[in-house]
């Protein structure tokens, strides 16, 4: 009974998460307007979101409540998508870091083989560091209980992925106000007749992986904090520790497309564009029936 109340709560998360990101992947793919390399990256953590969704709250429910996993395989897919899920965020952050404090040097410097390794990268970490040599132990080929690659493991793709993403987004809202005082202060000393109010294009730019990322790092703090009691104390979180930390990263998972849709001025433009037809129908509905 203590934990029921997660078999109930699990399920929104988890439905939003494979619902936005199924959307944000189709819009992405149907629309050539926004095959662009920056939305190369959104689409390949929108990918890694919806295997989360998929995969992690299903497995947890039907290998728990319903008793119908005799493996653990569907855990091991679960955790590879969830570090999918951490790197390809971090890849993402690699990409607007260049582009906002480096923007000169963008064009040069984020080709589209170097974007293409990036996302490979992405999905090859987590693979090689956690799903091999998992999947090696389960089939009695190796040993993963050496308290050093256990340390390794969680330090690559939990620790050092938050510590990057934090202080790479505090440069980059550092580096968006910078631009945005010093545009402010350029149309002042110009003393326009009508002062534009439009943000900055790198501001704007950064708005979605500061949103993104500030919703990865608030959801992802109880997991941080419970990985470093186990590193020093060797402590393992009790059952409803772990609860919380599953739906955080289901939450996690179905923020990011909402973050596209109302900050990511492409994606948004085209997301009203498909969703005009629908409102047509439901106006001449409401005007044909009678009140």
Not at 159 to 188: E, G, N, S, V, Y
Request: with cysteine; charged share 15%.
């Amino acid at each position: 009974m203590a934990t029921s109340w997660f078999y109930i709560l699990g399920w929104l998360p988890s439905v939003l998460a494979i619902l936005g990101n199924t959307m944000v992947v189709l819009v992405i793919l149907s629309r050539t307007r926004l095959h662009i390399l920056p939305n190369w990256f959104v689409l390949s953590l929108a990918v890694a979101d919806f295997a989360v969704g998929v995969t992690c709250f299903p497995t947890i429910f039907l290998c728990r409540k319903l008793v119908l996993c005799e493996s653990n395989w569907g855990y091991d897919i679960a955790v590879l998508a969830i570090y999918s899920s951490v790197t390809n965020l971090c890849a993402m952050t690699v990409d607007r870091y260049i582009a906002i404090i480096k923007p000169l040097r963008y064009v040069t410097w984020m080709t589209s083989r170097r974007a293409a390794s990036l996302m490979a990268l992405s999905w090859s970490i987590p693979i090689a560091l956690d799903f091999i040599p998992t999947i090696c132990a389960r089939l009695g080929k190796c040993k993963m209980q050496n308290r050093t690659l256990i340390f390794s493991k969680m330090f690559l793709l939990e620790i050092l992925p938050c510590l990057f993403l934090l202080i790479a987004t505090i440069q980059i809202i550092i580096t968006a106000r910078r631009h945005r005082w010093q545009t402010a202060r350029l149309h002042a000393q110009l003393r326009f007749n009508q002062v534009s109010h439009r943000q900055p294009r790198d501001f704007s730019s950064a708005r979605v992986i500061i949103t993104v990322v500030i919703v990865f790092l608030a959801c992802y703090c109880v997991e941080l904090y419970s990985v470093i009691r186990f590193l020093f104390n060797s402590s393992i979180p009790a059952l409803e520790v772990v609860n919380v930390i599953v739906l955080l990263v289901l939450v996690n998972s179905a923020a990011n497309p909402i973050a596209y849709a109302l900050f990511k001025r492409d994606i948004r433009r085209e997301l009203k564009t498909l969703c005009r037809p629908f409102r047509r129908a439901a106006l001449r509905h409401n005007k044909v029936t009678p009140v």
